[in-house]
């Protein structure tokens, strides 16, 4: 949700929008997650019925490298149903992650380059020697 300000970025415009504001309540249950609750207000702070409260739910997964962070938008309207909706959030957000995750490995597997077995004996010769009619400065007596 947050956008990333690089500190190398030459020309970056860190005007925030004072039509896009919004107040936050964090809720948790100190073991599974975290709901915040967005809620939509003007420049001056007040409520702004034009738009829409949003839920956003927060946790985290353990894998090889450490924890991962999980951020995931809940559909509902009330602190209640985002309360019922977060465990259903939390597992396609998890089914998401793993799926990208999968696909990285796979796109990292297939940018290796592995030289295929013929052509290294068609450069080198036998105990690893160049081929080919004396090409090479040491020569054994």
Do not use: C
Request: net charge negative.
């Amino acid at each position: 949700m947050m956008a990333q300000i690089m500190a190398d970025a030459p020309e970056t415009d860190l005007t925030m929008d004072p039509a896009s504001l919004y107040r936050e309540d964090v809720f948790t249950d100190r073991k599974l997650g975290t709901i915040r609750h967005l809620i939509p207000v003007t420049a001056e702070g007040k409520p702004d019925e034009s738009r829409t409260a949003l839920f956003i739910g927060q946790a985290q997964i353990v894998t090889p490298g450490g924890l991962l962070p999980l951020s995931f938008e809940i559909e509902a309207n009330t602190l209640p149903e985002a309360i019922q909706q977060f465990g259903v959030a939390a597992k396609l957000a998890i089914e998401d992650t793993v799926r990208e995750l999968q696909e990285l490995r796979r796109q990292a597997a297939s940018s290796l380059v592995i030289p295929d077995a013929g052509a290294a004996s068609q450069i080198l010769g036998p105990g690893g020697m160049p081929s080919g009619g004396g090409g090479g400065k040491i020569r054994l007596r």
